[in-house]
T-cell receptor, first 113, second 109 residues
Framework: SQTIHQWPATLVQPVGSPLSLECTVE??????LYWYRQAAGRGLQLLFY??????ISSEVPQNLSASRPQDRQFILSSKKLLLSDSGFYLC????????????FGSGTQLSVL | RKEVEQDPGPFNVPEGATVAFNCTYS??????FFWYRQDCRKEPKLLMS???SGNEDGRFTAQLNRASQYISLLIRDSKLSDSATYLC??????????FGKGTRLSVIA
């Protein structure tokens, strides 16, 4: 069966510090991968998605970036965090060719202070 | 206008009640529709897909009205465990899913 791992679960970082969140999927190959953010009281916002290694689509311009160094690994990064980067970050995957059903990781609660 | 809009809630209902959530979408080219459930500080999970003819899964019934660009979710005989936020989700073509902000439901004993 397929599983998705996302870590860490909780992160507290000072403004201006770097960020690296990692997500890996097991039990499937060539998945579509996604990073979402959910700010307090707001809906899920798609940040990045990837249909293959090295292929990243950015939905919202900001100081975040994403990379897919391996087929089942998706990394969200920032060189300098802002207060507005605080939120609940969710990695997700779907089967190749169809993103009709998303399977989410357990999320990372990021607080930038 | 947002692409997916939902009743903001919260809906506070007693156990055993029937509750309905509404959702409208703005893009008539939308093709696929879903309801996801999200518990507090947890990841969203697929509750059910929504088909044109309407579909039922136990106590849950989903309806789609393409003419009015409207989706609904009906929960019968509410349980305490139904307390969660319900997310309306839409897909247009090959673009990624678009999530509504969600409707919060609290079922009270």
């Amino acid at each position: 069966s397929q599983t998705i791992h996302q870590w860490p679960a909780t992160l507290v970082q000072p403004v201006g510090s770097p960020l690296s969140l990692e997500c890996t999927v097991e039990g499937t190959s060539n998945p579509n991968l996604y990073w979402y953010r959910q700010a307090a009281g707001r809906g899920l916002q798609l940040l990045f998605y990837s249909v293959g290694i090295g292929q990243i689509s950015s939905e919202v311009p900001q100081n975040l970036s994403a990379s897919r160094p391996q087929d089942r690994q998706f990394i969200l990064s920032s060189k300098k965090l802002l207060l507005s980067d605080s939120g609940f970050y969710l990695c997700a995957w779907s089967r190749t060719g169809s993103d009709e059903k998303l399977f989410f990781g357990s999320g990372t609660q990021l607080s930038v202070l | 206008r947002k692409e997916v809009e939902q009743d903001p809630g919260p809906f506070n209902v007693p156990e055993g009640a029937t509750v309905a959530f509404n959702c409208t979408y703005s893009n008539s080219a939308s093709q696929s529709f879903f309801w996801y459930r999200q518990d507090c500080r947890k990841e969203p999970k697929l509750l059910m897909s929504v088909y044109s003819s309407g579909n039922e899964d136990g106590r849950f019934t989903a309806q789609l009205n393409r003419a009015s660009q409207y989706i609904s979710l009906l929960i019968r005989d509410s349980k305490l465990s139904d307390s969660a936020t319900y997310l309306c989700v839409v897909r247009r073509g090959n673009t990624p899913l678009v999530f509504g902000k969600g409707t919060r439901l609290s079922v009270i004993a």
